[in-house]
């Protein structure tokens, strides 16, 4: 079974980042006490896999907690008002912790790169057009 690769950024998380870590070590040494209690020699090694990676994941963390002054940081959630009127909700978070579904970006995510260090008012170039950061907090 190939291991799961770990980024080579800096593993920036937030609060709520490292929450969620600790959280998947502690269900994977629950699965793995019950994988061995029934033997399942596929489910081990797939899970001891996962622990693994989860495992250097907590070792790295940075936690980093959201200091807005002024401008996109990671941690920041900002808002974003297009040209045709439309806005969408962008928060910068940890690798571990994206879900772009849920507006929740990685701080090496292209989009995030373009707000870093952007502010209130200021115009950003996305690639579907530019967008205005409206709201910062």
């Not at 950024?9 to 040494?29: A, C, D, K, S, W």
């Not at 980093?64 to 808002?79: C, D, K, L, N, P």
């Amino acid at each position: 079974m190939p291991e799961l690769q770990v980024s080579p950024h800096r593993n920036l998380v937030t609060p709520v980042g490292r929450q969620q870590i600790e959280t998947n070590v502690e269900r994977l040494q629950a699965e793995l006490s019950d994988a061995r209690a029934s033997e399942d020699r596929s489910s081990i090694a797939r899970i001891q896999r996962d622990l693994r990676y989860w495992t250097e994941r907590l070792r790295t963390a940075e936690v980093v907690t959201a200091a807005t002054a002024g401008t996109v940081r990671f941690g920041s959630t900002v808002t974003l008002a297009k040209a045709d009127g439309s806005r969408v909700e962008y928060q910068i978070v940890g690798e571990d912790e994206a879900d772009p579904a849920r507006g929740r970006i990685s701080y090496v995510a292209p989009i995030a790169k373009l707000l870093i260090g952007a502010g209130e008012g200021d115009a950003v170039v996305l690639p579907d057009g530019e967008a205005t950061v409206s709201r910062l907090r």
